[in-house]
């Protein structure tokens, strides 16, 4: 506890390193596991594996069914981030800008996905489109995704344009701009590396969800996420630990490429 | 603010309104209508409030919702004890040191969820990698961990986890260092640093965080479902079977109001403790 003070580490300091370190382990063991015994030869996950290879991989990939939940998640997950990252910018930018006293409620509004359980919003959206043909549709599991995505947009956005300054815009405006060239040189490029991010967490959130896309699967469109529920619920086939390592693959590189941009928009302020 | 604004407050206005109206619309449809719409099936025509009723009235029901309570308490208690320490390095840990520590939290929290639970399953099952490994030495778990309550609890407090410390370190970076160095500069041992300056301090962020992760496991569906046995029925688990199999729409929707006011309620609370209205002030 003596971390900022400047003394020796004390030995309770290093107790708390110990423990930190045993929760860590804890934390990133079980994703480091899964990638491991996915690269397993044999019918049996063991850890290590006794032998390596890619055949669940080769599996996964050459399998026409994983192909299609393959090709399912892609549509889905594009439609969503494409119409989050949009509805999320203009909501976001205003929300930010205004003045309006309203404007913590409709905040708040804009949230209210993520504070409802999953499992609500999907029979509600359910019970509600079923009916009107969003079963098996890949439009009606992105539109269900996109409520869920939005709010993440939102708050990635509104913590990112608190710190773009509308002064930009103002002294382009003043110097004889127009509207249009001011948004498209001024606002976008500004806004541009949390845009990015935004759009890649709304990928991420819509290729990991599963209720929604559960329910309104039908036999037609069936996402990774729910041929992965339909395997571990009936019978767990090694595949999966392929298709696991694959998720989280998709995890790291959002991560980084997210952390990238942090970085560059750093150095481009100092 | 300065003359060079381009337009009229009341024309800002307008425009900020018309920038917020495609997701405001939008929610509403595809998540506000749909809400209400389940909220209406859950009354019945002719006796308004039967299936809350048949829910307050029946054991069987009332033993899911104290099980999802009990989950959620004991989930929230281990994750606070899990995360206080790593929140509390974080917090005072050198930027390299803490960039490392983040990535070992932001990672799994980011990770599918039913990843993470495929993963413990692998991890803890009968014949898991934890078993396989003790048996070299001839030794095994000498009771399963899966697919019973105990599996629900290791699986949903390692999901959660890093939702408690991210609120956690999140609260504790607003701690005012200088405090706990005053205390040291008049004498006190670390321990009495810690226990009478930073731990009160902190107390408000253990409150978000807790409530946070409170509210979470009261909604969780995929862990307990894949990890918990026959007998661990959740609410949100017991939800999905009315829909999916009993096919009672009605009584589900009863079922989903209930847990969505509960929900409400501790979000409220949340709100509150949490001061979430801070999050939009422009920073210049």
């Known amino acids: ?270 | 603010m300065g003359r060079e604004r381009p337009a009229t407050d009341d024309a800002r206005r307008r425009i900020h309104l018309l920038m917020l109206a495609p997701a405001v619309l939008l929610l509403c449809v595809f998540f506000v209508i749909p809400l209400l719409g389940m909220i209406r099936r859950s009354f019945v025509d002719g006796n308004v409030f039967a299936n809350y009723a048949s829910i307050f009235s029946s054991d069987v029901y009332l033993h899911v919702f104290l099980l999802t309570f009990r989950i959620s308490a004991i989930v929230t208690a281990i994750s606070l004890l899990l995360g206080y320490p790593v929140a509390y390095l974080l917090a005072h840990a050198k930027a390299g040191i803490a960039r490392v520590v983040l990535i070992f939290v932001v990672l799994p929290y980011f990770t599918s969820v039913m990843v993470r639970t495929f993963a413990w399953i692998v991890l803890i099952g009968r014949e898991g990698i934890i078993n396989q490994q003790l048996a070299i030495y001839g030794l095994r778990l000498p009771f399963d961990l899966l697919y019973n309550e105990a599996g629900v609890l290791i699986g949903m407090t390692y999901i959660l986890v890093p939702f408690m410390i991210l609120t956690l370190y999140a609260s504790m970076r607003g701690i005012d260092p200088t405090f706990t160095r005053a205390a040291y500069g008049l004498g006190a041992s670390p321990a009495a640093a810690f226990l009478r300056v930073f731990l009160p301090l902190s107390l408000p962020g253990v409150a978000a965080g807790s409530l946070l992760v409170f509210i979470l496991a009261l909604g969780f569906f995929i862990t307990p479902a894949l990890m918990g046995g026959p007998a661990d029925i959740t609410l949100a688990m017991l939800i999905e079977r009315e829909v999916e199999i009993t096919m009672n729409w009605s009584f589900a929707a009863a079922l989903a109001t209930t847990l969505l006011i509960v929900t409400l309620i501790a979000f409220a609370v949340y709100a509150r403790v949490a001061r979430l209205g801070r999050l939009l002030e422009p920073l210049s």
Do not use: C
Request: charged share 10%.
């Open chain 1, 1 to 270: 506890m003596t971390m900022e003070t400047g003394q020796q580490p004390s030995a309770g300091t290093w107790l708390l390193r110990g423990i930190v370190a045993l929760i860590l382990m804890f934390l990133m063991t079980p994703v480091l596991i899964i990638v491991i015994i996915s690269f397993e030869n044999s019918l049996q996950l063991r850890f290590p594996p006794q032998e390596y290879s890619f055949r669940w991989y080769v599996r996964f990939l050459a399998d026409p069914a994983w192909q299609r939940a393959i090709w399912v998640s892609l549509q889905v997950a594009l439609i969503t981030t494409v119409l989050a990252t949009t509805l999320g910018f203009f909501a976001a930018l205003a929300l930010v800008r205004t003045r309006m006293r309203t404007k913590l409620v409709i905040y708040g509004f804009l949230l209210t996905p993520l504070i409802v359980p999953a499992i609500i919003s999907a029979i509600a959206f359910y019970m509600t489109f079923a009916k009107l043909g969003a079963s098996g549709s890949v439009l009606g599991i992105a539109l269900g995704h996109t409520m869920m995505a939005l709010p993440l947009v939102v708050i990635i956005l509104t913590a990112a344009f608190r710190n773009l300054d509308e002064r930009y815009e103002w002294a382009a405006l003043s110097l004889g701009a127009g509207h249009w060239y001011t948004w498209s040189r001024i606002t976008i490029p500004l806004a541009a590396p949390a845009l990015i991010s935004a759009a890649l967490f709304a990928f991420l959130s819509s290729f990991d969800e599963l209720l929604i896309a559960l329910f309104l699967s039908g036999i037609r469109a069936q996402t990774l996420s729910v041929r992965i529920w339909n395997s571990l619920t009936l019978q767990i086939e090694p595949t999966i630990a392929a298709v696991s390592a694959f998720f989280v693959a998709l995890t790291v590189l959002v991560l980084a490429l997210d952390a990238l941009l942090a970085y560059r928009t750093r150095r481009r302020q100092s």
